[in-house]
């Protein structure tokens, strides 16, 4: 997704894999995560003689915001699971707790 969004434009696979040549991606496997990409209705799909082309229909800002809220669903239940590690008697001093509660009140705003 970054790569699409980073270049502004849809965009084929093998360029998508050339500006990911970093990650060593195998095009079976980019092609599975764009696939679910699609699927999950982030990226359109469009065909251009033999190829695919991939033009991203969210945000980064939504998917980020997606993918934090799922993750966080997944992994420990709710947002308020996560807040409650945070609770003084982990260790944690009262300034630092304020400093959450001053970033969730700008949330708010």
């Not at 999950?40 to 003689?49: A, C, P, S, V, Y």
């Amino acid at each position: 997704m970054s790569v699409i969004w980073d270049e502004g434009r849809p965009m084929k696979r093998p360029e998508i894999q050339a500006l990911m040549a970093d990650k060593e991606w195998k095009a079976p496997t980019l092609n599975n995560f764009l696939n679910k990409l699609v699927v999950d209705g982030f990226l359109k799909l469009e065909h251009d003689r033999r190829d695919y082309v991939y033009q991203a229909l969210v945000s980064r800002e939504d998917y980020i915001r997606f993918e934090v809220e799922n993750k966080t669903r997944k992994v420990y239940g709710s947002i308020q699971n996560v807040l409650a590690a945070f609770r003084p008697s982990e260790g944690y001093t009262d300034d630092y707790i304020q400093e959450i509660k001053d970033f969730i009140d700008k949330l708010n705003k």
